[in-house]
Every structure is written in C-alpha cells, then in structure tokens.
C-alpha cells in the first residue's frame, strides 16, 4: 500500500522567506509526528498530532515553526522568516498505535 | 524525561562479520524499543522493534535483545553483506505523550 508521502522532496528558499512542508500519512494512522533532522545528526522531535486531541508542540524550537493537520489527515509544517539554521531535512511520520512509518523527508536549504 | 544513547557512533566490518550496536534508555517506564535503517538520501525504515515483555526477537539476519533491568537494548547482524550499510538508529517510547526518542545514529560500513 501507499506509505507516507512528502512535499516537496526539497526546497530552496532565502533567509527571510516563509515555507510550508507537505505531509500525506498513511491512511487510517491517527498519530502523526515532524521530526528534524540536521547533516549527519539523529533525530529531533518537533510536534505530535493524535486524532483529535491538541498537538504535543514541545519540541519546536521557537515560535516561527508551526503545524496543522487537518480533517485528522493530511499536515503543514509553516516556517517562518527562515534562517540558515533551519536547513535541515524534515522528517514526517505517522502511526496507527506506537509503530512510526517515516516518510522520504523534505530536505530544506536556507541560503 | 526519557534519555537515549546510543554507541558506537561509527561501525565498520568485513562482509560476513557480526556488528553489533548499543542503546541505553534512562526511562524504566518506556516499554517499547524499534529499531530504523536510514540509507542515504532516504527516510528511516523499521527493521525491527521489541517490547518490554520479551528479551529477544529475531529476523532473519537481525536479532535485537533487550535487559530490562540495566535499561539497555542492542541490535545484532550477523553475516553482514554491503547493503547492510546505512546509518541505524535505536528509539524508545516515553516521550509526554509517547513519541519516540532517538539515539544518535551509528554508521555502518560493510567493506566487501
């Protein structure tokens, strides 16, 4: 079956500019997780949606990352006003109990 | 909260040999431990995962074992093959609200 889908595969964008990041869970996972992942690190929890409920937002870094999921499917990562620190891969993942399937991650370069 | 380490941070092997790697957790409540494969360029992909109630699972090539009571867990290849190289990641649950918290990846070098 189809696994997790992302959007776009990569970005470029300049210092300054907003970006949205794409994510498409397998369906029927109600859990659905973005993770960052920086050049040859591991894995950085950014936030966490579970059916209805409100997202675990802890770990994201500073008030300019934000995420949505609508209709409990489909999410947006929002960056905004980006900076070079926010280069990075940004992962997608989604579950229907503890399991985590990753999607491919959309690699973002802020020049 | 939940602390995972995980070592060594690089691994190299000759085609055939045994790799093992690592992990401690910090967190006895965390009851659910899998393990990911991410080659280059690509997502993490689940190759294995344990629970709490076993002490080892084996497929195929890959086994992992897990000491519940000095907290750590470690994946074992044996025969290993060039594709075998990747970077592995080791994870445990016990996030606030169950996410997964990740080592730091070991790199893997199979040399043919």
């Known amino acids: 079956g189809a696994g997790v889908s992302q959007s776009p595969s990569n970005k470029v964008t300049e210092k300054g500019k907003d970006v949205e990041l794409r994510c498409d869970p397998i369906s029927g996972h109600t859990a659905l997780y973005w993770y960052r992942q920086s050049l040859g690190q591991g894995l950085e929890f950014l936030i966490y949606f579970q059916g209805n409920s409100a997202p675990d937002k802890s770990g994201l870094p500073s008030d300019r990352f934000s995420a949505e999921r609508t209709g409990g499917s489909v999410s947006t990562l929002t960056i905004q006003r980006t900076q070079q620190e926010d280069s990075a891969v940004y992962l997608c993942a989604s579950s229907p109990l503890e399991t985590q399937y990753f999607g491919p991650g959309t690699r973002l370069l802020v020049l | 909260g939940e602390n995972v380490e995980q070592h060594p941070s690089t691994l190299s092997v000759q085609e055939g040999d045994s790799a093992v790697i690592k992990c401690t957790y910090s967190?006895?409540?965390?009851?659910?431990f899998p393990w990911y494969k991410q080659e280059l360029g690509k997502g993490p992909q689940l190759i294995i995962d344990i629970r709490s109630n076993v002490g080892e699972k084996k497929d195929q090539r890959i086994a992992v074992t897990l000491n519940k009571t000095a907290k750590h867990f470690s994946l074992h290849i044996t025969e290993t093959q060039p594709e075998d190289s990747a970077v592995y990641f080791c994870?445990?649950?016990?996030?606030?609200?169950?996410?997964?918290?990740f080592g730091k990846g070991t790199k893997l070098s199979v040399k043919p």
């Open positions: 994870a445990a649950n016990g996030g606030s609200q169950g996410n997964l918290i």
């Open positions: 967190d006895s409540a965390s009851n659910y």
